[in-house]
Nanobody, 126 residues
Framework: QVQLVESGGGLVQAGGSLRLSCAVS????????MGWFRQAPGKEREFVAA???????DSIDSIKGRFTISRDNAKNTLYLQMNNLKPEDTAVYYC????????????????????WGQGTQVTVST
């Protein structure tokens, strides 16, 4: 069984930085395409960023130039480096995994992911 555990969330002032981590266990991490989603209070969960088995990435426009998704296959860990945080980034952040059907494949829709973490809270104050 695949388990995903997020960490690294917290309270930060606007303009600050956080790095989220997602530790994956249970299967071979390198075979998974990975993603980050977030859910703000009162809103639906939304796609943030995705990465393929070999590091191809995609992300939403609002985080481009500020957030970076990456993975370390040797450590079975997914990362989301978040810089220049804004209050609108406040949300619970979730990591997700799905089998990477090809090396370049990544997913941007919730239903494409089979496994989810429990989430980590990120709060950005003004």
């Amino acid at each position: 069984q695949v388990q995903l555990v997020e960490s690294g969330g917290g309270l930060v002032q606007a303009g600050g930085s956080l790095r989220l981590s997602c530790a994956v266990s249970g299967r071979t991490f390198s075979t998974y395409a990975m993603g980050w989603f977030r859910q703000a209070p009162g809103k639906e969960r939304e796609f943030v960023a995705a990465i393929s088995r070999i590091g191809s990435t995609d992300s939403i426009d609002s985080i481009k130039g500020r957030f970076t998704i990456s993975r370390d296959n040797a450590k079975n860990t997914l990362y989301l480096q978040m810089n220049n945080l804004k209050p609108e980034d406040t949300a619970v952040y979730y990591c997700a995994a799905t089998y990477g059907r090809t090396s370049y494949y990544y997913a941007v829709k919730e239903h494409e992911y089979a496994y989810w973490g429990q989430g980590t809270q990120v709060t950005v104050s003004t």
